[in-house]
């Protein structure tokens, strides 16, 4: 069974950020199950829909870990579950 988090990576351009995110990604098992990236002038705006369900780290771990990675190659990373998600985004 998938267990979808969505992931969003917002910051100025520079090479590796796709690179260092998903090298997380796969050392942790994490499927990418979809992923659309811009790139409008200097801005990067990436967002991924993943599915934890192998992963070997528990919610607020991968969410912490991927905030860290994003600091070090200096863009904002959120990491968001599925549900919660559908659920602020209710009308």
Known sequence: MQ???IITVVGKDTVGIIARICTYLSEH???ILDIS???VQE???MIMIVDTARCDRAFSELADDLEKVGKEVGVDVRCQSEEIF???HRI
Do not use: A, L
Request: charge should be neutral; hydrophobic fraction near 45%; charged fraction near 25%.
């Open 3 to 5: 267990k979808r988090v």
């Open 29 to 31: 098992q994490i499927n």
């Open 37 to 39: 990236q811009t790139i």
């Open 43 to 45: 801005f990067f705006d």
């Open 86 to 88: 559908d659920m602020m």
